[in-house]
């Protein structure tokens, strides 16, 4: 076994890029034991932690890469990251702004800083700020333009990200990033034709490009072609088997080709299993635990609108909050270990994408908070680096006609040919657990009763243990 940090380095990226991110944490965190004193290794850990929402770990060794000499800007970055996640705004700002002093167009701090500006204020104009001066002073990367286009899109302005988009592709004929992200926003207006052209071009640009593909796959679905979209799909599960959103796409070609095999994955009575919180030790009873756990998660909920490129609409969002240092917070491991042992236990061993991972255990891959008032709901949609995923309900309206706040599952978040409704519903209730496959289909219907509707939600990996990580 290698001590060599640079050596593990290597090894940690390599398995980070085939989605493993667990087994990257720990070479990272192996090669930052066998150089203490190193920057690098320091802001690899601390990186890789902030991939897996694990901010409070991530902050002290970005703080260590610091101590020992950090300078570049992505280590301002993963600092910013670090200090938003907690909550502290004007310093992950200032440090956001760092890493822009030191690389004008570096475009990942750019988003993040326009997230943040949006989530703090809901104003469009702030969101842009930064990038329009970006933009004025290297008016010809086409970059910072495609950051644009993103901010106005993830900021309610998708008709002008769309414009803004169109003319990049126009004038930039071989940059697959334009033509993936042309063909994506094309395929949410509806402009099927469009989507499928820029799709084509650019898996003609980079045939094996995964983001190429899903973006392709999702245009054949939206213009009618299924068979061809299955193919794809095939093909890119090939390469990326775990891929969870490359299942649900493939999932839905076989839905709309009338498949038997589409069934098997969408087997709600077998894999939507609902129940109910265990009461942790210190509390006597479920509901004076939800009430504590409410009250805990209320005021971490500190931002006025959703986040960038999440499902969440008309709400706010906190991210890992097992990291938030409270009592109800800390004992949501134990409320929920039995519930999800019961869950793997029963679904045993098989050859689909969900049984052939079972280890008989888990670990947590992130766990996230979800506070909405009327108006609010989720966009359907999958998550693509999960196994099995989940949503609790702490606080729900008291009032919602028909099944308004529900959980649907089996509407496809992408337009299809012909259009496919939801197949299942669920009815939240205070203290419940749903757990289902990562892989499918999953959003919220918008509700309209007055009144907050707060859940928190997890993924689970494969482990051979409970509930550990890294």
């Known amino acids: 076994m290698t001590s060599d940090p640079k050596l593990l380095a290597a090894q940690a ?7 493993r991110l667990s087994d990257a944490i720990s070479l990272y965190r192996r090669a930052a034991l066998s150089a203490p004193a190193s920057a690098a290794a320091a802001h690899n850990l601390a990186a890789a932690l902030g991939d897996a929402g694990r901010w409070a770990e991530a902050e002290t060794h970005i703080a260590r890469a610091f101590a020992n000499g950090a300078t570049a800007p992505e280590s301002w970055l993963v600092l910013a990251r670090c200090l938003q996640s907690r909550g502290a705004f004007e310093e992950a700002e200032t440090a956001f702004l760092g890493a822009l002093q030191r690389r004008p167009t570096y475009y990942e701090a750019l988003i993040d800083l326009a997230q943040l500006r949006w989530t703090s204020t809901g104003e469009p104009a702030a969101a842009l700020a930064d990038t329009e001066r970006a933009i004025q002073g290297a008016p010809a990367d086409w970059r910072l333009s495609l950051v644009k ?23 930039r004929n071989g940059e ?29 640009l980079a045939p094996h490009d995964n983001v190429a593909a899903v973006a392709l796959i999702t245009a054949c679905l939206g213009a009618g072609h299924p068979a061809r979209a299955e193919a794809h799909a095939a ?18 070609a076989w839905r709309l080709l009338g498949d038997a095999r589409y069934r098997a994955l969408y087997d709600y009575n077998a894999l939507v299993k609902t129940t109910f919180l265990d009461v ?11 009430e504590d756990l409410r009250q805990a998660l209320a005021r971490a909920h500190v931002s006025v609108t959703h986040p960038f490129n999440q499902s969440v609409r008309q709400g706010s969002q906190v991210s890992d909050i097992l990291e938030i240092d409270n009592p109800a917070i800390a004992a949501l491991p134990s409320a929920l270990a039995p519930s999800i042992s019961r869950y793997i236990a029963a679904l045993g061993a098989g050859g689909d994408p969900l049984r052939q991972r079972n280890l008989g255990g888990y670990a947590f891959q992130g766990m996230w908070s979800i506070r909405m008032q009327a108006g609010g709901y989720h966009v359907d949609h999958v998550h693509p680096n999960g196994w ?17 706040g529900w959980i649907r599952f089996g509407e496809p978040g992408i337009r299809t040919a012909p259009t496919l409704a939801a197949e299942h519903t669920v009815e939240p209730r205070p203290g419940m657990l749903v757990l289902f496959p990562s892989y499918m289909w999953h959003g919220v219907v918008p509700y309209t009763a007055p009144g907050a509707r707060m859940t928190f939600a997890f993924d689970l990996e494969p482990s051979s243990g409970i509930g550990g990580r890294p």
């Open 13 to 19: 990226q390599n398995m980070k890029a085939h989605g």
């Open 149 to 171: 286009a993103k901010i106005l899109e993830n900021t309610g302005r998708i008709d002008e990200a769309f414009t803004l988009v169109r003319s990049l592709a126009h004038a």
């Open 176 to 204: 697959l990033p334009v033509f993936v992200y042309a063909a994506q926003i094309a395929a949410q207006l509806g402009d099927n034709a469009t989507a499928l052209g820029y799709a084509e071009h650019a898996v003609n």
């Open 235 to 252: 093909q890119l599960l090939h390469r990326a088997p775990h891929d969870q959103h490359a299942i649900a796409l493939r999932a839905t």
């Open 280 to 290: 942790p030790t210190g509390w006597s009873s479920l509901t004076e635990y939800i």
């Open 388 to 404: 099995i995923s989940s949503a609790c309900y702490i606080e729900t309206p008291a009032d919602t006609p028909g099944r308004e």
